[in-house]
């Protein structure tokens, strides 16, 4: 089978597992920065932030590689304004909303000095809502979305830190529960 005309595809494909990879392993790092757990967050911290980066990158590559695809032909404006493309606009729409999300919200931390360390913290939680509009746009728009090995593997990248999420705002929601941002564990940039 020859592969060549489908190459972007392919890379776009393979460029938005990853970043759904990277951005889950982001979400779990980001997590337990902020736990109460006793860890080295110092570590954590640099870990989130190479993660989120290179999510970032292969968002960025997920979109620019579908410009030169010879099926979908999605023009710059497809792959930059949400809900103006004609591959399932609805969920690439998600899509694009998502990855412009994540990048204003990721790239916010370079700003936090001049945003405040409080704001920015309440800024950052607005991530788990893009990285869940991202995982929507996953299923609505992949073209492998109906398979059971995509959905095992699409679980198996999403569900941990879902969790992780999940409990996290549940304990927000006990009474006396620490109100502790990854902020509090990251050196100034001055």
């Keep these: 089978m020859n592969v060549a005309p489908h190459l972007l595809w392919i890379t776009s494909r393979a460029a938005g597992g990853a970043a759904l990879l990277l951005s889950s392993a982001s979400v779990i790092c980001g997590l337990m920065m902020s736990s109460k757990r006793k860890m080295s967050r110092a570590d954590l911290r640099i870990v989130h932030e190479a993660l989120s980066l290179t999510a970032l990158a292969m968002v960025v590559l997920h979109g ?12 710059l404006s497809g792959i930059a304004v949400p809900f103006s493309g004609t591959y399932r606009p609805f969920w690439t729409g998600l899509g694009i909303v998502s990855g412009y999300g994540l990048a204003l919200l990721g790239l916010s931390y370079y700003l936090r000095d001049r945003i405040g360390a409080a704001r920015w913290r309440r800024l950052h939680r607005l991530t788990a809502v893009f990285w869940l509009l991202a995982i929507v746009h996953t299923i609505g ?43 509090e564990f990251m050196p ?3």
């Excluded at 620019?64 to 023009?75: E, I, K």
């Excluded at 109906?146 to 095992?152: H, P, R, S, V």
């Excluded at 941990?160 to 902020?183: F, K, M, S, T």
């Design 64 to 75: 620019v590689a579908l410009l030169g695809d010879a099926w979908l032909h999605p023009g």
């Design 141 to 183: 728009a992949g073209s492998d979305a109906g398979e059971g090995w995509f959905l095992i593997g699409l679980g198996a990248a999403v569900v941990p830190a879902a969790v992780l999420l999940a409990l996290r705002w549940l304990g927000r929601a006990v009474p006396g529960e620490a109100d502790r941002g990854p902020e």
């Design 188 to 190: 100034s940039r001055g």
